[in-house]
């Protein structure tokens, strides 16, 4: 257990260092139990610091030895941190032995075991726990690393940079020696030490210069690996043709652990990757995996720019390399997909998580700004505000200074900051300067507030039509709602990319008064006062408004739409986004309606014709149709309410669930067949689509028959699941099934478990399969509990802990909000059981109850009452702590 130390740290007590660490050499005796690491340091004065005290952080060490300039010093040790006084002038040589038990590292965070293997991680204070240092961002040293460890056991050590030498010792034991020509911060080293083997492929990059690719993996996993190489391929030559940015090393490794906290770590040269964005084949990884695959693994490449060469000068800056680098993952999977139809597809599931997660994030307990002001754990701030909202701030820059102009600012910001260690601020500068007429460049500072304010603001719009003077008038608003700590907001500059569909479906010229002409049928408005108005001239007929456009800012619209004009724009909108938008919103009017109202949901005509309408275009693409076909998520739903009742919420949406299943019938019959996959399988946008809209349509079939009690659909999905050429198609089976709760059930999941039980990643996807199935009458929270003591079933291993307790707390939401309180006894028994093995996942675990205080009785009390149990154990990590104390707020 981690104990807290329960110090707040504040952005603005940033101090430089005393001291630079310039040069490491580390050497590793690599043992399970006690490994020996000697570290060798060049250390220098800071001229400007106050302090002459040197303060190294260590955390779970055994401390044996100091030498400065190889002579022993006296030192002590407190409040974790190596405190040594009496230092010389200027710069000297530091070194110091201690060990560590890799074995004992529950955490994974610092040095720990895997399968038999050694892998570090040391984002973001991981490094402390290997030896004793300058662990902070802003101090960057030129690392040579030496392994030493048994040779059979060990047969491959890697390291960051180039290997420089390596060969046998005694004992039974080799080693190599790594050396990385590039300083970096703590948190960017690795290493690695085990029994793995590895595809490689050679490339010649558009500079002519030849780079070695590796991704390694253990012995049976080598035929998952094709699909990754070619999305660091693709990712390699992405960087080079849209930002000019190339690969600067030799070699560069993809390492692959099934022990790992998060998704990957993109530690310089040496990327180490949970195998779940690895390891995909055909048979074992379905379309959504491979998706994540390419954008991992393009995200911890292009790292190697915004992240490595250009880092964060301290942890509140995280944003400038997290948010910068989900853009840049965002965009080349857009890029890659191709077509203005797959990329509008790519773009709403960004939306969709967005929402999932980061609007729900800002209007909790946890909402902090995309750049915070103060942390107790760092770890508990890799959120999807500094993630994914830091990545729409960065988009909405490129909005408004143009795709070349962005470009260029990029470009400003390397010839400033490479090498550096910089802040947020450093980086919208560089993209202003680089665009000195640009709105952003005007409006900086205000602009800015996206870094500085945490919550979602709300944009009200609301348009006037004037038939005689054919003017349109366009008022917005905007308005942030406090958040902790927070309770007034400034205005924030808002690109709002806008279009007017004419009731004739025509899209119309767009000319504000006092323009000679009109600017095209599509244009970006910047609302950066607290209310604005706009007058279009020119327009012949009544418009419907198609606002926010590609979802240009991240906001919550507030229009007065109304179902005609949400019709019109499901029909005929240019914006394939707000296509899909108006999709979602005539569901969720319906769904809203009956949630506030009676609870009785009766499926109009209206709405059933446009969805048929959707599902038989003939010009809109399969992957299309099955996101406008997806009803909102019930955690969306809950977000647009003033009190929560999980349960009836569930009710309703599974009402309109069986309705669209019975109303639409013939129209999924004919949708499962047309879109059958011919040939062999792909994961490409086309194929992708049209496996997704075949599951659906299955799962609506299944759901029809399971409540006619005819067991053709049924059959024909336990057919489907056992003959499934490909995993999607297995598992949309499968899911069918689930989601039915046919009686075919039972039978296929024993099946499937049967068939997969060696393949650690498809376990996952059986657990959480039914972690997630609709709850009914109690059984899917019941059946969870059973699986806990399931053989296959370990907290210890994150994946799949999250495929079982997470995927309940957070994705099952009615089989978790229960009146008898039984799902937040469970999760509050689980949060400190996880506690005390691995903090990181723990307080992760703990954010499933940020919105308790939107809940309805009795789930409300209940769920108090849960989180305070939590809060009230002694022994709390601190990021446990920091989660729970802020819930109870
Ligand atoms: N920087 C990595 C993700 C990462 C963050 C924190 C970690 O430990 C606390 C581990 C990995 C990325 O953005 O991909
Ligand atoms: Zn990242």
């Known amino acids: 257990m981690r104990e807290g130390t329960a110090t707040v740290i504040r952005r603005e007590d940033y101090a430089a260092p005393a001291y630079w660490i310039r040069s490491v050499e580390l050497t590793f005796d690599l043992d399970p139990v006690k490994t020996l690491v000697t570290n060798r340091m060049q250390v220098e004065r800071n001229p400007h610091a106050t302090t002459q005290t040197l303060r190294l952080d260590g955390e779970d060490l055994n401390l044996l030895r100091v030498l400065v300039n190889g002579e022993s010093v006296s030192f002590r040790v407190e409040n974790q941190q190596l405190v040594l006084e009496n230092l010389p002038a200027e710069s000297f040589t530091l070194e110091?032995?201690?060990?560590?038990?890799?074995?004992?590292?529950?955490?994974?965070?610092?040095?720990?075991?895997s399968s038999g293997g050694f892998f570090t991680q040391c984002e973001a204070q991981g490094f402390r726990r290997i030896t004793y240092f300058l662990d902070r961002p802003d101090v960057m040293a030129v690392y040579t690393v030496t392994l030493k460890a048994d040779r059979a056991k060990y047969p491959v050590l890697l390291s960051n940079g180039n290997l420089v030498e390596q060969g046998p010792l005694d004992n039974g034991k080799h080693y190599a020696k790594w050396h990385d020509p590039f300083p970096k911060p703590s948190y960017l080293f690795a290493l690695v030490a085990a029994k793995l083997v590895?595809?490689?492929?050679?490339?010649?990059?558009?500079?002519?210069?030849?780079?070695?690719?590796?991704?390694?993996?253990?012995?049976?996993?080598?035929?998952?690996?094709?699909?990754?190489?070619?999305?660091?391929?693709?990712?390699?030559a992405w960087d080079e043709r849209r930002f000019g940015l190339s690969l600067d090393l030799d070699r560069f490794m993809i390492v692959a652990v099934s022990d790992f906290n998060m998704g990957a770590m993109e530690n310089k040269g040496l990327n180490i990757f949970n195998t779940k964005y690895v390891l995909a084949n055909p048979a074992t990884a379905t379309d959504v995996d491979h998706a994540g695959i390419e954008s991992v693994v393009g995200h911890e490449y292009f790292h190697n720019w915004t992240g490595n060469r250009v880092t964060c000068r301290d942890w509140f800056q995280l944003s400038l390399k997290e948010g910068l680098t989900v853009f840049r993952d965002q965009e080349f999977?857009?890029?890659?997909?191709?077509?203005?139809?797959?990329r509008a597809v790519k773009r709403i599931d960004d939306v969709r998580t967005l929402r999932q997660h980061q609007f729900p994030e800002d209007a909790g307990p946890m909402a902090?700004?995309?750049?915070?002001?103060?942390?107790?754990?760092?770890?508990?701030?890799?959120?999807?505000?500094?993630?994914?909202?830091?990545?729409?701030?960065?988009?909405?820059?490129?909005?408004?200074?143009?795709?070349?102009?962005?470009?260029?600012?990029?470009?400003?910001?390397?010839?400033?900051?490479?090498?550096?260690?910089?802040?947020?601020?450093?980086?919208?500068?560089?993209?202003a300067d680089a665009n000195p007429g640009s709105a952003l460049a005007h409006k900086l500072e205000q602009?800015?507030?996206?870094?500085?304010?945490?919550?979602?603001?709300?944009?009200?719009?609301?348009?006037?039509?004037?038939?005689?003077?054919?003017?349109?008038?366009?008022?917005?608003?905007?308005?942030?709602?406090?958040?902790?700590?927070?309770?007034?907001?400034?205005?924030?500059?808002?690109?709002?990319?806008?279009?007017?569909?004419?009731?004739?479906?025509?899209?119309?010229?767009?000319?504000?008064?006092?323009?000679?002409?009109?600017?095209?049928?599509?244009?970006?408005?910047?609302?950066?006062?607290?209310?604005?108005?706009?007058?279009?001239?020119?327009?012949?007929?009544?418009?419907?408004?198609?606002?926010?456009?590609?979802?240009?800012?991240?906001?919550?619209?507030?229009?007065?739409?109304?179902?005609?004009?949400?019709?019109?724009?499901?029909?005929?909108?240019?914006?394939?986004?707000?296509?899909?938008?108006?999709?979602?919103?005539?569901?969720?009017?319906?769904?809203?309606?009956?949630?506030?109202?009676?609870?009785?949901?009766?499926?109009?005509?209206?709405?059933?014709?446009?969805?048929?309408?959707?599902?038989?275009?003939?010009?809109?693409?399969?992957?299309?149709?099955?996101?406008?076909?997806?009803?909102?998520?019930?955690?969306?739903?809950?977000?647009?309410?003033e009190e929560v009742d999980p349960q009836r919420i569930h009710a309703v949406r599974e009402s309109m669930r069986l309705q669209l299943a019975h109303a639409l019938h013939a129209e999924w019959e004919w949708a499962y067949e047309v879109h059958q996959d011919q040939g062999g399988y792909s994961p490409d946008p086309v194929s992708t689509g049209r496996r997704a809209l075949v599951s659906l349509s299955l799962a609506y079939l299944c759901l029809a028959a399971a409540e006619k009690q005819v067991p053709l659909w049924p059959g024909k999905a336990y057919q489907r699941f056992k003959d499934a050429g490909n995993m999607t198609d297995r598992l949309g089976a499968l899911s069918a099934l689930v989601g039915a709760h046919s009686e075919l059930a039972a039978p296929a999941l024993e099946r499937f478990h049967a068939m997969f039980?060696?393949?650690?990643?498809?376990?996952?996807?059986?657990?959480?399969?039914?972690?997630?199935?609709?709850?009914?009458?109690?059984?899917?929270?019941?059946?969870?509990?059973?699986?806990?003591?399931?053989?296959?079933?370990?907290?210890?291993?994150?994946?799949?802990?999250?495929?079982?307790?997470?995927?309940?707390?957070?994705?099952?939401?009615?089989?978790?909000?229960?009146?008898?309180?039984?799902?937040?006894?469970?999760?509050?028994?689980?949060?400190?059981?996880?506690?005390?093995?691995?903090?990181?996942?723990?307080a992760r675990l703990a954010r499933a109850m940020d919105r308790w205080k939107q809940l309805?009785?009795?789930?409300?009390?209940?769920?108090?009452?849960?989180?305070?149990?939590?809060?009230?154990?002694?022994?709390?990590?601190?990021?446990?702590?920091?989660?729970?104390?802020?819930a109870l707020a």
């Open 96 to 113: 110091l032995r201690n060990t560590c038990s890799p074995e004992k590292n529950t955490q994974l965070s610092g040095l720990y075991t």
């Open 198 to 236: 590895c595809r490689e492929q050679k490339i010649r990059a558009a500079s002519g210069r030849e780079h070695l690719l590796q991704v390694y993996v253990r012995a049976g996993d080598l035929d998952k690996t094709e699909h990754a190489m070619h999305s660091l391929i693709a990712s390699v």
């Open 333 to 342: 999977s857009q890029d890659l997909a191709g077509t203005p139809s797959a």
């Open 368 to 431: 902090h700004p995309v750049r915070p002001d103060s942390y107790l754990a760092i770890d508990n701030f890799y959120t999807a505000t500094v993630y994914d909202k830091g990545a729409e701030v960065v988009r909405m820059m490129q909005t408004l200074v143009g795709r070349d102009g962005f470009a260029r600012g990029m470009t400003l910001y390397f010839e400033r900051h490479d090498g550096q260690a910089v802040t947020c601020d450093d980086f919208a500068q560089a993209i």
């Open 447 to 641: 602009f800015k507030r996206w870094y500085s304010q945490a919550g979602t603001p709300r944009v009200a719009a609301r348009g006037l039509y004037n038939a005689e003077m054919r003017t349109y008038t366009l008022e917005l608003s905007q308005h942030c709602p406090p958040t902790p700590g927070q309770s007034e907001k400034q205005p924030f500059v808002i690109p709002v990319a806008l279009g007017l569909v004419g009731r004739n479906a025509q899209p119309l010229p767009l000319q504000l008064v006092g323009e000679n002409a009109p600017a095209g049928t599509e244009r970006v408005l910047v609302l950066s006062e607290a209310a604005q108005r706009f007058e279009f001239t020119g327009i012949e007929v009544e418009p419907v408004p198609s606002l926010l456009r590609g979802f240009s800012a991240p906001v919550i619209l507030e229009d007065t739409l109304s179902d005609a004009d949400l019709l019109t724009l499901l029909a005929h909108d240019a914006d394939p986004f707000n296509r899909w938008e108006a999709g979602q919103r005539l569901a969720l009017n319906r769904l809203l309606a009956a949630i506030k109202g009676d609870g009785v949901l009766q499926l109009d005509g209206a709405y059933v014709d446009a969805m048929r309408a959707v599902i038989r275009h003939p010009a809109l693409d399969a992957a299309f149709k099955e996101l406008v076909l997806t009803l909102p998520g019930e955690s969306y739903i809950a977000e647009q309410l």
């Open 757 to 842: 039980r060696d393949e650690a990643l498809v376990v996952d996807k059986w657990f959480a399969l039914q972690a997630t199935a609709p709850e009914k009458g109690g059984r899917v929270f019941a059946r969870v509990k059973t699986l806990m003591s399931h053989p296959d079933f370990s907290l210890r291993n994150p994946n799949r802990a999250r495929s079982l307790v997470t995927a309940l707390c957070f994705s099952n939401p009615a089989a978790f909000h229960r009146t008898d309180a039984a799902g937040y006894v469970f999760w509050a028994e689980r949060v400190l059981e996880l506690d005390a093995i691995n903090p990181q996942l723990a």
């Open 856 to 886: 309805a009785e009795p789930y409300r009390s209940a769920a108090r009452e849960a989180i305070a149990r939590v809060a009230a154990k002694g022994e709390l990590s601190d990021d446990v702590r920091e989660i729970v104390t802020r």
